[in-house]
T-cell receptor, first 113, second 115 residues
């Protein structure tokens, strides 16, 4: 299994600013994903982070708002841009090998004021 | 598009009671099925998984789940719950209609076990 860490664990940000969340995996993984978990709700997939190419976004999520980088097989970042209070949520990353289960990071709790 | 339904949103049990959490999915092809658990203040952990073979799968901490293909179900069970099982439980499905390992999650079931 992979161990996944995220930074920061939580942050409080002002409206209009941006926050970059880092996700580090302790081993190389083929696939990495970013999810949003709003209070009291389930996980919604934001995008698949592709190594060396642009991320693949799910319906309702766009690159300008959530730019993603994946420079190698163990690291990815998600930026939440031009934040509004509606972006307050927990953001999680996960990693997996093709066809196998995903392992999740501890999440980043974001509050936008 | 596939979807996953967890009909029980909140469940309250006393210790030693038996547990069954429902999970149904809507996809007619081959699926891989998962239950994840999120203990208070902790991150999502894999409880158990089904890929193929015996439809009754056993996971950690005494949990098991049964895949019933004809019912599109993958219910989670535990014969005797403990206070430490208080957590939120998520059912998830990975289907063969995407090449990207994408998971579709159910809405989650919040379990509270009273001591």
């Amino acid at each position: 299994s992979a161990v996944i860490s995220q930074k920061p664990s939580r942050d409080i940000c002002q409206r209009g600013t941006s926050l970059t969340i880092q996700c580090q995996v302790d081993s190389q993984v083929t696939m990495m994903f970013w999810y949003r978990q709003q209070p009291g709700q389930s996980l919604t997939l934001i995008a698949t982070a592709n190594q060396g190419s642009e991320a693949t976004y799910e319906s309702g999520f766009v690159i300008d708002k959530f730019p993603i980088s994946r420079p190698n097989l163990t690291f990815s970042t998600l930026t939440v841009s031009n934040m509004s209070p509606e972006d307050s949520s927990i953001y999680l990353c996960s990693g997996a090998e093709q066809g196998y289960e995903q392992y999740f990071g501890p999440g980043t709790r974001l509050t936008v004021t | 598009a596939q979807s996953v339904s967890q009909h029980n949103h909140h469940v309250i049990l006393s210790e030693a009671a038996s547990l069954e959490l429902g999970c149904n999915y809507s996809y007619g092809g081959t699926v891989n099925l998962f239950w994840y658990v999120q203990y208070p203040g902790q991150h999502l952990q894999l409880l158990l998984k089904y890929f193929s073979g015996d439809p009754l799968v056993k996971g950690i901490k005494g949990f098991e789940a049964e895949f019933i293909k004809s019912k599109f179900s993958f219910n989670l069970r535990k014969p005797s719950v403990q206070w430490s099982d208080t957590a939120e439980y998520f059912c998830a499905v990975m289907s063969d209609n995407n090449a990207g390992n994408m998971l579709t999650f159910g809405g989650g079931t919040r379990l509270m076990v009273k001591p």
